[in-house]
């Protein structure tokens, strides 16, 4: 399988196999763009104890990414299902990754960005 560049943008607006994150449930697959959003809220309630998903993993992530101690690309996994193209695994680390670009963090300083097709 080949990896292919992605943008911040094309992440951000990209559907994920997750209708229901941190406690939040809706009918509609949600974006990596709204999943930072809702974690961006839920993580200043969500005790440790009660993180059975291992969802505040996301600030371990930006806290590497940021310091340059992330070694790896930071690679996105899709599948197709009904005809619908979704994000499956990597979530937490795209969630990361526009996490880091929303608190200032250059493009040039974070692992490169791919989606595996």
């Not at 994150?21 to 200043?44: H, N, P, W």
């Not at 990414?65 to 937490?92: A, C, K, P, Q, Y």
């Amino acid at each position: 399988m080949a990896l292919q560049r992605l943008t911040a943008q094309e992440l951000s607006a990209a559907p994920t196999l997750f209708a229901s994150f941190m406690g939040q449930a809706d009918s509609e697959y949600k974006t990596v763009g709204e999943l930072l959003e809702i974690y961006r809220e839920r993580c200043k309630t969500l005790d440790a104890d009660e993180d059975h998903a291992n969802d505040l993993r996301v600030e371990r992530f930006k806290r590497d990414m940021s310091s340059e101690s992330w070694t790896d690309d930071v690679v996105m996994r899709i599948g197709v299902f009904d005809d619908t193209v979704l994000v499956i695994d990597g979530i937490h680390r795209g969630i990361a990754y526009l996490g880091c670009i929303e608190d200032g963090i250059s493009p040039d300083r974070l692992p490169g960005l791919h989606v595996r097709v």
